[in-house]
Nanobody, 126 residues
Framework: VQLQASGGGLVQAGGSLRLSCAAS????????MGWFRQAPGKEREFVAA?????????EYADSVKGRFTISRDNAKNTAYLQMNSLNAEDTAVYYC???????????????????WGQGTQVTVSS
């Protein structure tokens, strides 16, 4: 199983980015997928998650609700995180991860995810 995160970069405050998480060795629609982030000097934190396609439950961290959107393209086996209205507090390394308890279990906890992408840096300049 491999998860390849991409799409990070440098953006001005108020701007947008779309992160991608390309999966191989697993079918995204059969799994819960999550996005987490880690800012410098801070612990990794939950950002968003989506359950498998039979339920499509979605959860967001309060700090990103209304600004970020998680989605999935089953044909491309790729998950996305659309990030709008970015601010300096969104600066972090963003990781995608696979939930380890099946397609219908959506968790906000890092320990409930087993496969992780390598991370992609998002830097928001103010």
């Amino acid at each position: 199983v491999q998860l390849q995160a991409s799409g990070g970069g440098l953006v001005q405050a108020g701007g947008s980015l779309r992160l991608s998480c390309a999966a191989s060795g697993l079918t995204l629609s059969d799994n819960t997928m999550g996005w987490f982030r880690q800012a410098p000097g801070k612990e990794r934190e939950f950002v968003a998650a989506m359950s498998g396609s039979t339920t499509d439950y979605i959860e967001y961290a309060d700090s990103v609700k209304g600004r970020f959107t998680i989605s999935r393209d089953n044909a491309k086996n790729t998950a996305y995180l659309q990030m709008n209205s970015l601010n300096a507090e969104d600066t972090a390394v963003y990781y995608c991860a696979r939930g380890k308890y099946g397609r219908n279990f959506l968790s906000l906890l890092e320990r409930d995810y087993d496969y992780w992408g390598q991370g992609t840096q998002v830097t928001v300049s103010s």
